[in-house]
């Protein structure tokens, strides 16, 4: 049996972000897995079998590629930005463990470049001292919980990357959180709302916190705020490394 | 005048993880610049000079590359990793503030694969939930600021990738930092070194927290401290989606 699962990060979008890593993992795919919009940048070819699948079915994705690579096949599960930041490796793990007998199989992470990273560089370095990375999404988390880590990393004055800003179906999270950072962190404080960064659709935009509103932020849509030394310099925004 | 700068992330070490585009400029290059073991990624060729600096004069660095720029040079500032998390582009940044003149040059940022991003993927997926990355280094902060984001961090259960663990010259603080993680986290919480990730050096180990000392690493190392849900399945460590 000569199966694999490679976990593979395609980057936000441009063909010039994907590793030559993942690039050789696809070439040699017997199957891809993925959702939807994900699984639509693989190019099809002989040989290679897409399987797109909607979103939220992440673990049922999951064991559907392991099944696939225990039976010999050349699996690809594809993710955007990098598969271990709020994408598949998650799900994957979650699958393996409901099924111990698959934990044998050749299986590899590959990483990607993340929409926080391409949506920094974009913007200048607004990610350039200490930082994190929160889901906004209350789908696998009570809504509790993201505000208390909000109230905490302002405190801590970390620069933040919030994934997943803001969907049709409760736009009223991010409108609180919105208004959790303008009380910790002042109605001055830069925030970049980066949508489809590095594809045509790019779209930059960096304001205060006092005139960020919702609409800014769709789900396409990285949001990253400074922290208090976060300034402007020419047409860019950057944290610098020192701080104290 | 045709110069341009670019400041290009070489990702943590393997060849086949510098995206296509970071290649692209290297090709397109007259002078590379960068820390000495950095512009060492990078092949000679006729037409290109390499201009090797030592550490810790990351903004002079910035400085001579814009100068090569606005005399007509492309010139690409090479950092290891992502070049917007703890390496150049804060620095290049820091050098345009104060010289406004350079600041209508063609520059542009290219993200790569920064080292905790590597490790969680060799790893598993340590950081598949919120989390944070701190650079333990205090030579551009006090070192008290560390330790409230640590303690914060830890209240806000945020896993946390932490840079610069350990340096020869100030081997305490990360003494320090264990043992303040310890009394937050508690003892079995999981650790992951990862060392020189992606290089034929590569060396990983998952401990816990009562386990870990500050030996297991070095400033090769990338240090992932798991949150309250992070736990092992089969060879790997990762955390879960969903939380609370």
Not at 61 to 80: D, K, N, Q, T
Not at 86 to 103: D, G, I, T
Not at 203 to 230: F, K, W
């Amino acid at each position: 049996m000569s199966g694999w699962l490679v976990v593979a990060g395609l980057g936000p979008g441009a063909e010039h972000l994907v590793t030559p890593e993942v690039s050789a993992a696809l070439a040699e795919a017997t199957d891809v897995v993925g959702y939807i919009p994900y699984v639509a940048r693989v190019a099809e070819r002989p040989g290679l079998t897409l399987h797109a699948s909607d979103n939220r079915v992440e673990v049922e994705r999951a064991a559907h590629a392991l099944l696939m690579a225990a039976e010999g096949r050349r699996v690809v599960v594809v993710s955007s930005g990098d598969p271990g930041v709020f994408a598949m490796a998650s799900a994957l793990f979650e699958a393996l463990e409901a099924r111990p007998e698959w934990q044998a199989l050749d299986i590899r992470i590959l990483p990607g470049i993340t929409a926080m990273l391409a949506a920094a560089a974009a913007a200048g370095a607004p990610l350039g001292h200490d930082f994190c990375a929160i889901n906004l999404s209350d789908n696998l988390k009570p809504w509790a919980l993201i505000e208390k880590r909000l109230r905490l990393a302002a405190e801590a004055d970390l620069a933040m990357a919030f994934y997943n800003p803001r969907s049709k179906s409760r736009p009223e999270g991010f409108v609180r959180a919105l208004e959790i950072l303008r009380a910790a962190c002042g109605p001055d404080r830069l925030v970049t709302f980066a949508r489809a960064v590095s594809t045509p659709e790019q779209h930059l935009r960096t304001v205060t916190l006092a005139e960020a509103t919702p609409e800014m932020a769709d789900m396409r849509t990285v949001v990253i705020l400074g922290n208090s030394a976060t300034r402007r310099v020419g047409r860019w925004v950057y944290t610098p490394r020192s701080a104290g």
